[in-house]
Every structure is written in structure tokens, then in C-alpha cells.
């Protein structure tokens, strides 16, 4: 768990650094290609282990190759291809937020006028809300591919794309306040309510009743 940890946080503030130094883009594209790399040189070594021994090459696998394991099923190469393309997807987040230069119209002007570069907290914030609506959306997409699929599945994946993707566009556009309200929005006041719940709870003990 702490290496997951350190790994996420590694990617993270990483793709900050590029970004600040090369450009997103540029960042989003390092952070691709490294990313793909260290994934196939692990599934190689893990590959290479005799079946059955532990040691620690699997327990790196375990945190870089982790977000592939669910959706692959256990098959070694979508593995590595789902967890490249996850951990690419927060270098992603991670790049954008930092802020990319307003998009210009065929005159040159920005579209919106954009915010002042954001701040650390801020940029966290919405990192993580970036990254927490992205999860969100991979398992609400993966529950369309049951037969049959949970009632409102797919309104709850159109609802979550439309917020993540107006988000982005947001932050695209310079508008980091608006975008982190996008973002952030629904995850505080699901959290919110999650933690008063809990709270409530832990107050009442058993004793308390819901009718």
C-alpha cells in the first residue's frame, strides 16, 4: 500500500515538475512513454518468475501493475496495457491542472479569460477530483458491460463524462476555478454526506433509529 503511494504520489508531482518545465503536452507525452515502459519491464521480470515464488519483483508489481489487475482478468499483457494507460491518465491530470495556455480563437483572442496560475491546494484539489471522477466513471463503463447492466448505469456514465469532460475543457481554457468546481463538486458533497453519515453513527451508537 505505501509503495502504491509513493508510486502515485511520484507520478504526480513528476508530471507537475515536467509540466511546469516543458509544457503539458510535452509532460503528458514523457509521462506515456515512461509509463509504458516501467509497466512492460515489470510484466517482463514478472513474466520471467517461476510460478508460485514471491519475491520482490512481485510485490513491485503489485503496486505498478495494480490498477490492470481487475480488468484484465489475470492475462498479462492487457495488464500492462490498462495499467500504462492508467498511470499516463495521472500524468495526464496532473499536467492539465497545472494549467496549459488558453486556447486561442481564429483571431487569436482566448476563448475565456483565463484565472491566475492555480495554487498548490488548488491544484491538488483538483487532481484528485480528476482522478477520483475517473475511477468513478472505468467501474460505472465496466458495470455497462453486465448482462444485464444495473438500472441507470449509463446516465450515471453520461452524467460523470459530461462533469469530468466540462471540467477539462475548463482547465484547458485557463478557467481553473471553475474547472476544480466542477470537479470537486460532486466529490465533496458525496464524501460530505458519506462522513456526516458516519459521524452520525458514531454519535448515535445502536441506539439510534432511522424511522
Known sequence: MLLRLALLLAVIFGARALA???????????????????CAVIGWLLQRRPVGEIGLVNRIAGAVLFPGIGISR???????????????????AAALAVGAS???????????????APGTLSWALLVVSWLLLGVALLRLCITLT???????????????????????????????????????????????????????VLIGGKRMRWN
Open 20 to 38: 511546469h518545465a516543458l509544457g503539458a503536452a510535452l509532460a503528458v507525452l514523457v509521462g506515456a512513454v515512461l509509463s509504458l515502459a516501467l
Open 74 to 92: 489475470g492475462r498479462l499483457v492487457p495488464m500492462v496495457l490498462w495499467s500504462a494507460a492508467a498511470w499516463t491518465g495521472v500524468a495526464l
Open 102 to 116: 488558453s486556447a486561442p480563437t481564429p483571431t487569436g483572442a482566448p476563448l475565456v479569460a483565463p484565472d491566475a
Open 146 to 200: 453486465w448482462k444485464p447492466p444495473p438500472p441507470s448505469s449509463l446516465r450515471a456514465v453520461l452524467v460523470m463524462a459530461a462533469l469530468l469532460g466540462t471540467s477539462l475543457v475548463f482547465a484547458l481554457c485557463g478557467r481553473h476555478g471553475l474547472a476544480l468546481a466542477i470537479a470537486f463538486g460532486p466529490v465533496a458533497f458525496v464524501l460530505g454526506g458519506y462522513g456526516l453519515m458516519l459521524l452520525v
